[in-house]
């Protein structure tokens, strides 16, 4: 075997290792591969369907080459999670702006949280009398049920 193929599947395995653990726990490993292959894929179009190890690599691991560079060309545990918690925290900030925004500027104003607030308070209340009832609340359902409402019937503990 060509030292350039044994590189490359030890740069592969390695990136898949780094990559399943940073993953896992938000159970985003088969996004993770369809990236995977996406990018290849990519790679492996814009170079009429080969690729040298050293696009190969481009193609893996881009971000984390440059979080390396960035970084006086040293990573360590704790700017690799603060660079992880940042991308993660921002994917949650563009879906939260993306619900709530009602005019699409991308900004999010206390309009827009109210809005959505009456929205949802109107499909909660089934009959329309400006109150939601214990009855009126999904079973099971995207809301679920709320550990201190018993299924005895009483009521006492809802205000």
């Known amino acids: ?73 040293k990573l360590t545990v704790a700017q690799l999670a603060e660079a992880l918690e940042k991308a993660r925290f921002e994917q949650m900030a563009k879906r939260i702006i993306a619900r709530y925004d009602t005019k699409g500027d991308g900004t999010l104003t206390s309009d827009d949280i109210t809005g959505r607030e009456k929205k949802t308070f109107a499909m909660l209340d089934r009959n329309n009398d400006g109150k939601i009832e214990k009855s009126e609340l999904p079973k099971g359902g995207r809301f679920g049920r709320h550990p201190q409402w018993s299924d005895d019937g009483d009521n006492s503990d809802m205000q």
């Open 1 to 73: 075997m060509r030292k350039t193929t044994k590189l490359a599947l030890a740069f592969f395995a390695l990136a898949g290792a780094v990559g399943t653990t940073a993953y896992a726990e938000n159970n985003a490993s088969a996004r993770m591969r369809e990236g995977t292959m996406m990018r290849l894929n990519k790679a492996m179009k814009d170079s009429n369907g080969t690729i040298s190890f050293d696009q190969f690599s481009d193609a893996m691991n881009a971000r984390l080459k440059k979080l390396v560079a960035d970084n006086g060309g």
